[in-house]
Structures are given as C-alpha cells and as structure tokens.
C-alpha cells in the first residue's frame, strides 16, 4: 500500500512518505507541505463520480502554485480562473485555453481582452453591464469565425446552511450572477450576434457545502432554464466541501448521480469548477510552538504561523484542527492557539484538547491545502512562508520562502522627503 496524503507513521506524523520533522528541519518553519499523491487521489475519485465526458475545470484560486497547477494539467484538468493574472498562470502551467473558463463580477477591459487574445474556452459572465462592455470590445479581437463564447452564470436564490456566509454566493442579494429572467433575456438578444456566441450558462453558490440539497435545488434552476435556451455547455460550479472537523464526507455517487440525471439530459458539454476539494486535504501548515503562554483563563499555544500565512479563521471561523507531528505520551489539557500577529483575530483555536507541547515542538494545522498560501500576505511584515510538494518519497520546493528583502523590494523613499 502506498502512503498517501498526511498519517501518522512510527508515533511520526508523515506527507506521503516523508516524516514531517525532516521536512522542517531543512526549510524552517512556517511550511506549506503538499501531498501530490493525495492530490491525485481526490482528482481520480471526482473523476470516477462524475464520468469521464465532464470537463474538470480546476478553480486555481483555491491553490495557484504553478506546481500544483502542472500536476492539474498533467491530469487532464481544465481551469476556472478568476483574474488575468490567474488566466496567465494556467497557461503557463500548460493547461489548454480551450479547458479554461473566467469567472469573476468585475473583470476589468485588460483581463476581457487577455481572454479573448488566448482564445479560452467561455467567459461567465455576470452581468448585462459586462455583456455591454464585451459587445464594445469583441469585434476588435474575434470575428464571425471566431466568436467569443460566453456563459451566463445564474443566480439560483438558493439558501446554502452549511455554509459561512461569507462563502456563500448562490443568494439573491449575493453580488453574484443574474436571476433567470434576465439571462432568459439578455441570451436571447445575443443569438446570432456577429462575435458574441451565447454559448452556456454556469452557477456557483458557494463552497463548503457539505449536503446536496442546495445543489439539487440550483442544479434544477439552472436546468429549467438552459430548457428555454440553446445550451452548448453548461456549468455547475465547485463548492464541494471537505472534513475539516466533524463535517459528514460530501456523498460524491450521490454528487454524480444528480448531474446525471438533472444536468446531462440537457445534451450540452458539463463543465465543474472544483476548488477546495481537489487540494483542501491534502496540504499542511507545518509550524513550531514558540512557547506556551500562560492566562488566567487557558495557557495558550503561541504558533510561529499567523492569520497572514493562513487566513481562513479570522476571516470564516474555519477550524484548522492542530495535530502534533510526534505523538507524545501522557495527560492531556486544554488549550488556546494563537498566532504572533497583532490582532485578537489571529487565533487558530479554542479549547483544544492536547498533550501539553514544549518550546520548538512541530504541529500541523490540518487541511490547508486549499485558500492557505493563497490567500496569505505579509502583515506585519512577515515574509511568505515557502510551499513543498511532496510527492512518495521525492519532494521539491515549490516556493521559496520570501525574505525580508523581497517584502520591502518594491517600496521606494522619494528623494524630497529626506531632503
Ligand atoms: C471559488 C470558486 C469556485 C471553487 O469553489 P470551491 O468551493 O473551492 O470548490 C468555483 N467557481 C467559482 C466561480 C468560484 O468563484
């Protein structure tokens, strides 16, 4: 059997083949340590779930490294990206423009115009006021042979509870997609249009979801729409959710089984856009105990990792579960975790149950593969932690760690200040 993904292994805990401890010993601590082969693993069963005519268009937003990119497009996988700068990124990783979609309400002329000089697969559009805009500036890029192809992303008004509102995006006062009538309308009045092709339609109502009952909801919407209008491709969106804590695995047969029988049917091409589920599991934020803070509440876990290396507690109240990375024996206590960051929100945990660590010990945040190192910035003048693949017994720097000089690299003293 092989070692895949992050288990305990000799009282060790271990990246596929590889102890954590050697890892953070050559190149420090905060470390982002990815799994290759765990990745590959999620690829492979949303793939059997879904059939092989689904087109997986990997939301690069969740992780952007080119690494982890290159591994998406050595699998075949497309991209949903979400900037220009996202779009160059999936293009230098080698993944084919005609697999890559663009999502995003405010997508500015530069970034319409980067899109359509690569000739990605469809644009997703989310509002008349971008149509207009592309109407002005498509005659000028693509021709009646070669005509832009834009989905219209549907807002389903859709409730998802299992989501954190802020990761919530399929309701109707989210700033997200249109309600059906004006797709209905705005798609109408584009067919035959000299270098716009109305070519689909796409949702996405939010990530984390970890129950089907929204999905079947938006899934139905988006189907009786594309029911009124010629579909060629339609797009489901990613939002699948992983175990971060005590979450029930999202049914993926059950996924399946409702795009089969609501969306195929319809005869277009099927489009997804996973983000989290891909690579969520299967990364880790190594990080050290500076040492142990004593309160007259809990004693707190001071972490050398921050809100900046990982943002999604202090932004979503997400639950990164701390795990030590040698097991050790005796009675446990309960702990507060907190980051070095000069901000009350920099807490990863409360009331956390472990044995009690010393100065230096190795943890692991859990499951930050996806919206970890993505999302992460240099408050406080902390430098980016760097990323490792590992993938069996082979691992490789995927990104330096940032020094003090890049941080301040770009930032110039005018003359006249000092003068
Ligand atoms: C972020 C995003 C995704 C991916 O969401 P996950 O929850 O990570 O699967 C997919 N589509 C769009 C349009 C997005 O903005």
Known sequence: MQNKGFQVRNGVLHADDIPLPRLAAEYDTPLYVYSARLIRDNINRLKAALGKDV??????????N???????AKNGLGADVVSGGELRRALLAGIPADKIVFSGVGKTDAELVLAM????????????????RLVDLSPKFMTARQTLR???????????DTTHAKISTGHGRSKFGMPADEIRRLYKGMIGHATIKPAGLSLHIGSQLTTLDPLRDAFHRLADLARDLPVETLDFGGGLGIVYTDEKPVDLDGYGAL?????????????????????GNAGVLLTRVTHLKTTPNRPMLILDAGMNDLMRPALYDAIHT??????????????DVAGPVCESSDIFLRDTEMVAPERNDLMALMNAGAYGLSMAGTYNSRPLPAEILVDGENHAVIRQRQTFDDIIKDERTPDWLNA
């Open 55 to 64: 087109l997986i268009a990997y939301a690069t937003k969740a992780n952007t």
């Open 259 to 279: 795009v089969r029988e609501i969306l195929a049917p319809l005869g277009a091409k099927l489009i997804t856009e996973p983000g989290r589920f891909l690579v």
């Open 117 to 132: 000089q690569n000739g990605i697969a469809q644009i997703n559009i989310e509002s008349g006021a971008e149509l207009e």
């Open 322 to 335: 701390i795990q030590p990375v040698t097991v050790k024996k005796g009675k446990s206590q309960i702990f």
């Open 150 to 160: 834009v989905a219209f992303r549907l807002n389903p008004d859709v409730e998802t």
């Open 66 to 72: 080119g690494a982890i990119l290159s591994l998406m």
